[in-house]
């Protein structure tokens, strides 16, 4: 499962025809999961003698890297991605004046050539056979490769070299070697073009590497960089995605690797299958590895790990949200400064004002025997808290009741509360000043005051206790039900607040922080929070975050910023400014609030400044930046939204995708065509659709779904976790609307939910049993197929919740064909490729040649078969698919002999396949044939190519239908989704083919 984090070096060389300058590296340790590498800018001398102003870095194992470059630090330009293989990696970026003249020499070095294609493999001996086993990410489409060579046989020498860098002609290997053996392949994969020629080259080229080896030459530089082209000055900058998982198990590269070389060492102390960052399931149990693995050793497996490389983040990944954003009434004469939301969602400001329910309220004024009542802070059973005199006898903790009412004194018996510096109503201290307890209690620290003779009038008054030493005495105080007082435990005067774990909490003066329990902090950490886990995180505005585990604080270290709340529920962390923390990585308000009016998407200027268990979170918006005065407030009500039975119309995946620079405006675009930053349900035109939305919502702050289109049941939601019915009218069809939310009579800034309405439609499928008929040899029959019912059933399943689409399957008798018929020029195919002797295409070769561009053999099957809106032609004795130009020792199929291929015009599909295996013949035919199927309706592309109309980089590829169909475990349980860009792409088809009499 893809779970990348990308991270950007804020680190930047500024060039100009005179000068280089750089701002100074981070003080960081690279080496540590979630932080960029050092850049060391230097002069480089190229090996055609010129120089060059450039910068190096050490490049990790594992982690993929992306130099990227600007003239304004506004508009980033993608250069080159570097895989990481432990080399030192050399950028250029502006040429430097020569040196003063020197001779000659008579033959100068060459300048450098075309830059080679760079390989990077994991090389590791055959558990079984001999030879080796090769690992790569192909070079053609990007799917896992894994290859056994068992003709060659490694030097000795290579158990000493765990890295080996060298170019050879046109290639550059990189190529990690830890000496574990690995299990051999059943069969190697189909390799194409550009795999079989880097096979070819590295098995040319493998003799004088062992050479190298033997002769213990080992190069691990990078191949020099080819000079960039004169320009202006210029910004560089790298990103390093600690994330990358290139086979998509959950666990990313760099920990594969690392648990490699432990192995090989003896020093693995990770569970679970044999480590491969290129194969997802590397003992072929059908099971992803990094479900099976925790590698950070918090068991939690990797696949659900909210963060893999941090064992203090031990809690399991939390669903993907959005904020529906209810904006508070701007700050005015009133002069109304928010001070603290809780968890049903009122938020308290000074002076004296509470916004519950959409509306914003006074607090009742004082009355009876207290006056001069200010609010300090409230919690999460809407009780305020604030400071009043009793007639003039001195100050005491009052407390306003929830849902309205005066305030009256805090009182325990003959006591009352003496409020002091804890009840001057700032940002900073009203979160802490009343927590809560694991026993459901709340819990703050305050004096004791009794009526008592004045030492001085000997008038009797409210006086605050003290001991023999003439200081005041300090208790806690325990809060229960609505507002009863319990005087606990004496406190230190020191003493400010309770932790949540019930341990003190307090300052010393002198000392750089405050203190809990026994514990010291070394920066001022002004709030605590419970984390999912139920442990306890201290967080500051100027420091990473401390988790107390296992009786000890500990640094956060994967949390890169300093962060002023946590959200157990939501299992994020707000940082003050702009962004959050969630699942491992940094999100950013903009994201978070689509639709949001565009002030709010100024980074500098907006963030979060505090959060709830629940995830309820008060936002602001300052003039100018952050910290300056305060233009407006909005409350964020986080919304969860899940399928309540999986891929059955919400898409949850387009909006968790990231946009990615790869170079050109329209690459860009191409890779960002289907990104999204709502969510989006399938709502049937004079039907419903059902989702689940979980959510902070509270008994006391409502919200209400819906708008003139979208109906919902039931409208007004006041669970955390509710069933959500939505319905459309037939007259909707083709509309898209967003979801209003309302809480009162404030609606919504921000659309986090839109619906697309999609009427019903019937799709007519013919089957075409097709039997092998070459003349002089036996009939090769079409294997059985499933049923009708067996069919329609796993179709309909997922095409009728996502696309309204139900589909009708009928069979056509067998019928005998001669189709092994193509060679080159007939097929419609390109002429044979000399270096490439699988593009040669013969008649009678005994295979099924077909191209996306439809072959003679394809066509001789589907022409004058056209029974159904779609036909799809089974085709026996293929052996699988031969796409023109692949290597013929696998089928492109993953695995098992069957695969498809579909043509969008011809609106037909055809399946090659000997037999269906007996271990998976109803998954494999049946997931093969929605996919095809899908191609029909959708286009060509497949997402984990990064292709098609929604590649959506770096999410979890292998829910998608589109994906094809490589390192898929389960062909039931994966491979299923339709995504929003893909249900446009259908529409459009579905109007123009089926909106229309059908045969």
């Known amino acids: 499962m893809k779970t990348s984090t990308l991270l950007w070096l804020m680190w930047a060389v500024l060039l100009s025809p005179v000068s280089v300058w750089a701002q100074s590296p981070p003080a960081n340790d690279e080496s540590l999961p979630g932080n960029p590498p050092i850049l060391h800018p230097g002069l480089i001398t190229c090996n055609d003698g010129s120089r060059w102003h450039g910068f190096t870095f050490q490049a990790r194992l594992g982690l993929g890297y992306s130099i990227e470059t600007s003239s304004d630090l506004d508009s980033w330009e993608w250069v080159e991605s570097i895989p990481g293989a432990g080399q030192q990696q050399t950028v250029l970026m502006r040429q430097a004046p020569p040196e003063p003249a020197a001779p000659i020499p008579p033959s100068a070095p060459p300048a450098p050539g075309p830059r080679p294609v760079m390989a990077q493999l994991l090389m590791q001996p055959a558990a079984t056979g001999g030879g080796i086993v090769l690992s790569w990410q192909s070079l053609d489409d990007g799917r896992p490769m894994v290859w056994s060579l068992p003709a060659l046989e490694p030097a000795a020498g290579w158990s000493e070299v765990p890295l080996y860098a060298r170019q050879f002609s046109g290639w550059y290997f990189l190529i990690s070697h830890p000496d574990q053996p690995a299990p051999v392949p059943a069969a190697n994969p189909m390799a194409t073009v550009q795999d079989a020629a880097m096979l070819a080259a590295f098995e040319t080229a493998f003799p004088e590497m062992n050479a190298d080896v033997l002769a213990s030459i080992t190069r691990n530089q990078s191949p020099t960089t080819t000079p960039p082209a004169p320009g202006e000055r210029r910004f560089y900058r790298v990103r390093c995605d600690w994330g990358l998982d290139s086979d998509s198990d959950g666990t990313p590269d760099w920990m594969e690797y690392q648990q490699i070389f432990a192995a090989a060492a003896g020093t693995n102390t990770v569970g679970g299958p044999a480590a491969n960052p290129l194969d997802a399931d590397s003992d072929r149990d059908g099971i992803p590895d990094g479900a099976q693995r925790s590698s950070d050793g918090d068991n939690i497996a990797d696949d659900e790990d909210a963060d893999t490389k941090d064992p203090l983040i031990d809690w399991a990944k939390t669903p993907v949200f959005r904020y529906a954003t209810f904006p508070l009434p701007a700050p005015g004469s009133g002069n109304e400064i928010p001070l603290q939301i809780n968890n049903r969602g009122e938020v308290l400001l000074s002076p004296n004002k509470l916004w519950t329910g959409g509306e914003m309220k006074a607090l009742e004024p004082a009355g009876g025997n207290v006056s001069n009542c200010i609010a300090s802070a409230m919690d999460d059973h809407g009780v305020i808290y604030g400071q009043g005199k009793i007639a003039d006898d001195g100050s005491c903790v009052v407390t306003w009741p929830p849902g309205g009412g005066p305030p009256t004194a805090a009182t325990a018996g003959d006591d009352y509360l003496h409020p002091d510096e804890r009840f001057i109503p700032t940002p900073v201290n009203a979160g802490n000043l009343v927590t809560l307890q694991p026993d459901g209690s709340r819990q703050f620290v305050a004096t004791p005051a009794r009526y008592l003779p004045d030492p001085q009038t000997g008038i009797t008054r409210l006086i605050p206790v003290t001991g023999q030493d003439g200081k005041r005495v300090f208790n806690r105080w325990k809060v229960t039900g609505g507002a009863t007082f319990t005087k606990g435990a004496a406190a230190a005067a020191t003493d400010l607040y309770v932790a949540p774990d019930g341990s003190p909490w307090g300052w010393v003066p002198g000392e750089p922080g405050p ?13 605590m929070a419970r984390l999912p886990s139920g442990n306890l995180i201290a967080l500051s505005s100027a420091s990473r975050p401390l988790i107390l585990k296992d009786g000890s604080w500990q640094e956060a270290k994967s949390m890169t910023n300093s962060f002023v709340g946590f959200s157990a529920n939501g299992g994020f962390a707000v940082e003050g400014r702009s962004a959050l923390w969630h699942n491992g990585k940094l999100v950013f308000l903009d994201d978070l609030t689509p639709g949001m009016p565009e002030i709010w998407h100024d980074r500098p200027s907006c963030g979060a400044m505090e959060t709830t268990s629940g995830g309820w979170t008060l936002l602001n918006r300052y003039q100018g930046y952050q910290g300056g005065p305060l233009l407006e407030s909005a409350v964020g009500l986080p919304l969860f939204l899940e399928d309540d039975q999986p891929f059955t119309g919400l898409d949850d995946v387009s909006l968790t995708a990231e946009k990615i620079t790869m170079g050109s405006a329209a690459a860009n675009a191409a890779m960002a ?16 659709s059902v989702i689940r939305l979980k959510s902070p919502l509270h008994s006391q702050t409502p919200a209400i779904f819906g708008s003139d289109v979208i109906t919902t049941d039931p409208q007004t939601v006041s669970s955390s976790n509710q069933l959500l019915t939505l319905s459309a009218p037939a007259s909707a ?21 839109r619906a697309k309405i999609m009427k019903a439609r019937t799709l007519n499928v013919m089957f075409w049993p097709i039997n092998r008929a070459t003349p002089g040899t036996a009939v090769v029959p079409c294997p059985a197929l499933p049923s009708k019912q067996e069919i329609e059933t796993f179709l309909n399943a997922i095409f009728k919740p996502q696309l309204n689409l139900t589909v009708n399957v009928s069979f056509h008798a067998p019928e005998n064909v001669d189709y092994d018929i193509a060679d080159n020029a007939g097929a419609n195919l390109p002429p044979p490729d000399p270096n490439n002797p699988n593009s040669v295409v013969t008649p009678r070769n005994g295979m099924f040649d077909v191209d996306d561009n439809p072959t003679t053999e394809q066509t001789a099957i589907s ?3 056209n029974g159904g809106k779609i036909n799809v032609y089974v085709v026996g004795g293929a052996g699988g698919l031969w796409p023109w130009g692949v290597n013929s020792q696998g089928v492109i199929s993953g695995g098992f002999p069957l695969a498809g291929i579909s043509s969008q015009e011809l609106k037909a599909c055809w399946i090659g396949t000997d037999s269906l295996p007996p271990a998976k013949p109803l998954p494999a035919f049946l997931s093969t044939l929605a996919h095809e199927i899908g191609h029909v309706m959708i286009g060509k592309g497949h997402p984990n190519e990064e292709s098609g109309v929604a590649p ?3 999410t979890d590829k292998t829910k998608r239908l589109m994906h094809t169909g490589m390192d898929i475990t389960d062909p039931i349980t994966q491979r299923r989704q339709i995504v929003k860009a893909e249900w446009d792409a259908a529409e459009v088809w579905m109007k123009a083919n089926l909106d229309s009499p059908q045969p």
């Open 952 to 954: 959506l980089p770096l």
């Open 733 to 753: 069809d083709g509309t898209s609307v967003p979801v209003k939310i309302k809480i009162g009579n404030v609606e919504s800034t921000s659309v986090p939910l």
């Open 673 to 688: 065509v289907g990104n999204k930053k709502e969510f989006w349900v399938m709502v049937p035109a004079g039907g419903q």
């Open 515 to 527: 203190y809990v329990g026994g514990h010291h902090f070394p920066a001022p950490y002004q709030r």
């Open 863 to 865: 022409n004058g078969r």
